[in-house]
């Protein structure tokens, strides 16, 4: 039994922006592909909360209005809770994706002729060794809560 790297690696342009419209847009579009009520969309990981705290697998199943609330409550965010997580990641990305946790390298420019890569672009890695606990570290959650909230979509990150 040992330690391991627990972590996320993503790969994304070097600063992000996206206006207030455009955020709003993308929250839109992702209400129209969930198909929950107006102005709700899930978290990304909103199937593994089901399964592990047993949870109804959909709205319909919930038995009376208490148990539908709680329901939109663990599983989906509403539009002010998206724009919040957008702006505190933009934030954090844009001011240098720093944390105690946290490496980066940049992507250098390829030669033509050999497989294509995006210049002006960072590849982060968030995480830490861990013997079986989450990390708590600042990059680590920025990541983490960023992808729960379907935030690395919006602005192109991998």
């Known amino acids: 039994m040992g330690a391991d790297l627990i972590g996320y690696m993503v790969l994304g342009p070097k600063t992000v922006?996206?206006?207030?419209?455009?955020?709003?847009?993308?929250?839109e579009k992702l209400t129209k592909l969930d198909g929950l009520p107006a102005g709700r969309v899930f978290f990304e990981d909103w199937k593994d909360i089901v399964e592990f705290d047993g949870l109804p697998?959909?709205?319909?199943?919930?038995?009376d209005d208490e148990a539908?609330?709680?329901?939109?409550?663990?599983?989906?965010?509403?539009?002010?809770a998206f724009l919040a997580a957008a702006s505190k990641f933009e934030e954090w990305w844009n001011e240098g994706r720093r944390g105690r946790d946290t490496?980066?390298?940049?992507?250098?420019?390829?030669?033509?002729?050999?497989?294509?890569?995006?210049?002006?672009?960072?590849?982060v890695?968030?995480?830490?060794?861990s013997?079986?606990?989450?990390?708590?570290?600042?990059?680590?959650?920025?990541?983490?809560?960023?992808?729960?909230?379907?935030?690395?979509d919006l602005f192109g990150i991998h």
Not at 125 to 129: D, R, S, Y
Not at 131 to 152: F, H, M, T
């Open 17 to 27: 922006e996206r206006t207030e419209a455009e955020k709003i847009r993308f929250f």
């Open 57 to 63: 697998a959909s709205l319909d199943e919930c038995e």
């Open 68 to 80: 539908r609330e709680q329901w939109l409550k663990s599983l989906t965010m509403d539009l002010p």
């Open 103 to 123: 490496a980066q390298r940049g992507i250098p420019k390829v030669p033509v002729g050999r497989m294509a890569r995006p210049s002006g672009w960072v590849a």
């Open 125 to 129: 890695f968030a995480g830490e060794l």
């Open 131 to 152: 013997w079986g606990d989450e990390p708590d570290g600042y990059g680590y959650n920025q990541i983490k809560d960023a992808s729960r909230c379907r935030v690395l």
